[in-house]
């Protein structure tokens, strides 16, 4: 049985074997994964495929999940559906080394599945909600794939200066607006963001607050769910934002009609603000770069 490769226990094992004996190190059949060039790697994580291609592996890579919205560079590889809901032997097809997720997702059937062959690697790989969290995770591939220490220098030192420049940002705002995070996919699915959500953590490091704190993931929105929030800005993907247009109404006018919104300060002053999925809440490379932006939207929206 294939056994999952875990890279937060990668380190410690790679640390046993470097003290071996050098019979057991001059082993040919021992691979040094940190000098082979992967041949080909399925990602199934959008931070983790924006990172593949920030550390120059990108042209390894033969196949995404429906997250990997960015870069450019990757929308022409196969799309194989979400972790949770994935086309197996469109992934097995690929004839992969390598399958890339969130450590999170090990759960995933399919994850499971997958696991069985003997031809495939699977790397579970932190991808922490933090500004910070793709150095962590850009380590954390760097225990099994060919990734120069310096290209995580240059990100490590480029993320600073964006967390920096949110910093100074952030010292000069004195409002801390309240924000509420709808999920939308047309007119019959529009959840509200809870706390425990990756949205509510990008608005909190945006200098905003989560608007709702009654529940902790999603929620259908309604009136109960919003009613004590009373949010000054409304915040959505772009895509969810898009999803509400009817023949009669443009998306901003369906959102506001809305008879959980209705009646907020959101509404009444029409502040809208939408952002592109992943950068918003992936955390990846640009994650301290997306805080920003949404900070500087933030302000510009409470001066309406």
């Known amino acids: 049985m294939k056994t999952i490769s875990y890279s937060s226990l990668f380190f410690a094992l790679f640390l046993f074997a470097a003290c071996q004996n050098e019979a057991a190190q001059a082993n040919t059949e021992q ?28 042209q390894n890579v033969v196949g995404l999940d429906v997250t990997s919205s960015y870069p450019e560079a990757a929308q022409a590889l196969p799309k194989l559906g979400h972790v949770n809901k994935l086309n197996v032997e469109a992934v097995l097809a690929l004839n992969p080394d390598y399958i890339l997720v969130d450590s999170n ?31 962590t995770s850009a380590k954390a591939l760097a225990q099994k794939l060919p990734i120069a220490p310096e290209k995580i220098e240059a990100l490590e030192e480029e993320m600073k200066k964006d967390r920096k420049a949110l910093t100074e940002f952030l010292a000069q705002q004195k409002t801390s607006p309240k924000v509420l995070f709808i999920y939308a996919r047309g007119s019959k699915v529009i959840m509200a963001a809870g706390p425990n959500t990756p949205m509510a953590q990008m608005i909190k490091l945006a200098g905003g ?21 009373q949010p000054d800005i409304l915040l959505l993907f772009n895509s969810g934002l898009a999803s509400l247009a009817q023949a009669e109404k443009s998306a901003d006018e369906a959102l506001l009609s809305l008879p959980a919104l ?16 992943h950068y918003l809440s992936g955390f990846g490379p640009r994650a301290a770069k997306a805080a920003l932006e949404l900070a500087q939207k933030l302000e510009t929206a409470m001066n309406k």
Not at 106 to 126: C, G, R, T
């Open 31 to 58: 691979k040094t994964p940190t000098t082979e060039t992967p041949k080909r790697i399925i990602s199934l994580n959008g931070s983790l495929t924006e990172l593949l291609y920030q550390l120059d592996l990108g």
């Open 105 to 135: 997702a090990l759960a995933s059937p399919a994850i499971q599945q997958l696991a069985q062959s003997k031809e495939i690697e699977i790397l579970a790989v932190p991808v922490p909600q933090r500004l910070d969290g793709a150095v």
């Open 209 to 229: 607050q989560n608007a709702v704190d009654n529940f902790e993931d999603f929620k259908p929105l309604t009136p109960e769910s919003v009613l004590a929030s």
């Open 262 to 277: 209705v009646q907020t300060p959101a509404a009444k002053h029409k502040r809208i603000i939408s952002m592109e999925g």
